[in-house]
């Protein structure tokens, strides 16, 4: 029954996608595309391109869909589940919390204001870092090789690798990241043990992945089911985690707009600052997306707007 329903509506969006494209591309003028990452703001502002994945592999893809972008924060949805696995839920945790902040990304406001020193959750850049410096690996190339691993795992066997030059252009001018990561060395957050520069290595490592929407759609279907691979049938990611990252994905996986995007949009979703997003639609699809403009809470402007056409729509809210 459930088969039949997706694949219908698969039909449906593939007369009226490439109308829905066209429609929410004009948004793009309403934001601008990052810069504080110098290397980011080359990416074409006007883009915007779409993957939508069924569990059989069925594959829509409209718009600039081939073209390839960096993960950033979306990253961080996939480097705390490895650190779930590695690590447990009580291990991850003792070092970063479960809601919401209401600031921006990478705030250190409310660092110094609750429990010293504990990122509110993994998803700001504060929580991430934290998360990152508990990834199993004896050195950071070590670790990056694991995470690389479990995204390519995640990804259906991709082969996923770091843009250098964005990695290098986030490293040499990530001021208010080193500072937040000193803080919370400071604060024992990061242990006696950790060498801050080898985390920020990492984490700055992950945000720059380089990825396309249909391999974004790709990994977003295996959370669609609940960490396994529909296409291989295989369990990728243990229940209970995806369950977690999809909790954090709905409270803030869109930042401050994470609210607003639950009411008008209702599916569990993360942004990153090159203008990408992941969304899924339970057990249905994996969705990936790429418009660089970003909006004034830093998600992408046609981006947000294609998914809420899409899901009012096709009536894609969970709730
Ligand atoms: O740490 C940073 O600033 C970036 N590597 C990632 C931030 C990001 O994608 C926030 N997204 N909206």
């Not at 088969?3 to 793009?28: C, F, Q, T, Y």
């Not at 400071?186 to 490592?205: A, M, R, T």
């Not at 945000?207 to 609940?226: H, K, P």
Request: charged fraction near 20%; hydrophobic fraction near 45%.
């Amino acid at each position: 029954m459930e088969m039949e329903g997706w694949k219908i509506s698969m039909d449906e969006i593939r007369n009226i996608l490439p109308a829905w494209v066209e429609a929410s591309r004009l948004h793009a003028g309403e934001g601008r595309v990052a810069s504080y990452i110098p290397e980011l703001a080359k990416a074409p502002q006007q883009a915007l391109g779409i993957a939508v994945m069924g569990p059989d592999g069925s594959l829509l893809a409209e718009g600039d869909s081939s073209l390839s972008f960096t993960m950033q924060s979306i990253s961080k949805v996939f480097t705390l589940m490895l650190a779930l696995m590695d690590n447990g839920e009580e291990g991850v945790f003792a070092k970063v919390g479960m809601e919401p902040t209401g600031d921006d990304f990478n705030s250190m406001l409310k660092l110094e204001l609750v429990e010293p020193g504990k990122p509110f959750n993994p998803l700001i850049n504060a929580g991430a870092i934290a998360v990152t410096s508990l990834i199993s690996g004896d050195t950071p190339a070590a670790k990056m090789a694991r995470i690389l691993a479990f995204f390519n795992h995640a990804a259906g066997g991709a082969d996923l690798a770091v843009n250098a030059d964005v990695y290098r252009s986030e490293s040499a001018t990530a001021h208010r990241n080193r500072s937040l990561a000193y803080f919370l060395k400071d604060n024992e957050v990061l242990g006696e043990e950790i060498d801050v520069e080898d985390v920020l290595s990492v984490y700055f490592q992950h945000c720059a992945v380089e990825i396309t929407c249909v391999q974004l759609a790709r990994m977003a279907l295996v959370l669609a089911f609940n960490g396994t691979d529909p296409i291989s049938g295989r369990q990728l990611i243990p229940r209970r985690y995806v369950q977690i990252a999809k909790s954090f994905m709905l409270m803030c996986g869109m930042y401050n707009a994470s609210g607003e995007f639950a009411v008008k949009v209702g599916i569990p979703a993360k942004s990153g600052v090159s203008g990408g997003i992941l969304a899924l639609v339970p057990g249905r699809y994996g969705i990936g997306i790429i418009g660089p403009s970003l909006g004034s809470k830093g998600n992408s402007t046609s981006g947000v707007h294609l998914l809420e056409t899409m899901s009012s729509s096709l009536n894609w809210s969970i709730f």
